[in-house]
Nanobody, 116 residues
Framework: QVQLVESGGGLVQPGGSLRLSCAAS????????MGWYRQAPGKERELVVNLTNDYRTNYADSVKGRFTVSRDNAKNTVNLQMDSLKPEDTAVYYC??????????WGQGTLVTVSS
């Protein structure tokens, strides 16, 4: 079973930037896609961005133009660069991966707080 470990969360002021990373315990080429979800207090988990193995992306409208997903194949990581952060971006961010066998894997989550 592939393990996912997120890092990079923290507290940032509105307008600031953060970079999240998700490290997979196996080659990311064994996965159909990787991406990021988030869950704000009292809300359902929602898609932030998905990145397929053939580099197709699907961003949530709320983050388009501000967030950028990338992958480092050599390090088996997927990164999320978050710029122009807003208070409404505050949430626990979860790394997600989908396997060719249809499983959906999750990391433990990392908290992002946008506040002055």
């Amino acid at each position: 079973q592939v393990q996912l470990v997120e890092s990079g969360g923290g507290l940032v002021q509105p307008g600031g930037s953060l970079r999240l990373s998700c490290a997979a315990s196996a080659s990311i080429f064994t996965l159909i896609s990787m991406g990021w979800y988030r869950q704000a207090p009292g809300k359902e988990r929602e898609l932030v961005v998905n990145l397929t193995n053939d580099y197709r992306t699907n961003y949530a409208d709320s983050v388009k133009g501000r967030f950028t997903v990338s992958r480092d194949n050599a390090k088996n990581t997927v990164n999320l660069q978050m710029d122009s952060l807003k208070p409404e971006d505050t949430a626990v961010y979860y790394c997600n991966a989908r396997t060719y066998r249809g499983a959906s894997l999750w990391g433990q989550g990392t908290l992002v707080t946008v506040s002055s």
